[in-house]
């Protein structure tokens, strides 16, 4: 004759076990939700730093069509004067909500059958209507850590 034979119902050690298999569950749900909000909220900065880093590629675009010479710096931020992009002035940047933008102006060198090169090569000679555009934006995300987004274009003066 059995013991368990005749015996109904769910025992303690049952409801425990069947607890903790749903907290476990529970648990590893919510983590794995605020674990994608908050990827979702670093991409949304990438997105956005994205952003200004091409719109200010973008406003330097402008200023070299309405006057390549206005391209004299090394650094810059852009800004608007009048409804018109204007650089603000050398070595400037431009905080922009938790951004900080700078743009960088580099010279272009050419060899002699006119392809870009170093300007350590030997037949370097400065081209004077290409620049090399760098627009970088940083971020801090999280525990002084800094992201950044590099961007750039060859301007050429035509």
């Known amino acids: 004759m059995s013991y368990f034979k005749n015996q109904t119902g769910i025992s303690i050690l049952e409801i425990v076990v069947a607890l903790g298999v749903f907290l476990i569950l529970v648990v590893s749900l ?3 939700l605020l674990g994608g909000s908050s990827l979702m909220a670093r991409e949304k900065e990438f997105l956005l730093a994205g952003a200004l880093a091409d719109e200010g590629l973008e406003a330097v675009r402008m200023i070299a069509r309405d006057n390549w010479n206005n391209l004299a710096y090394s650094k810059s931020e852009v800004g608007t004067f009048s409804g018109t992009w204007v650089l603000l002035g050398e070595g400037t940047s431009g905080q922009i909500g938790r951004f900080n933008r700078q743009i960088s102006f580099f010279p272009v060198y050419r060899d002699s059958a006119n392809n870009q090169v170093a300007e350590s090569h ?15 934006v940083s971020w801090e995300i999280q525990n002084g850590e800094i992201s950044t987004i590099m961007r750039e274009t060859i301007l050429i003066n035509r």
């Open 122 to 136: 030997p037949e370097a000679v400065l081209d004077q209507n290409t620049k090399r555009i760098e627009a970088g």
């Open 30 to 32: 919510g983590s794995q």
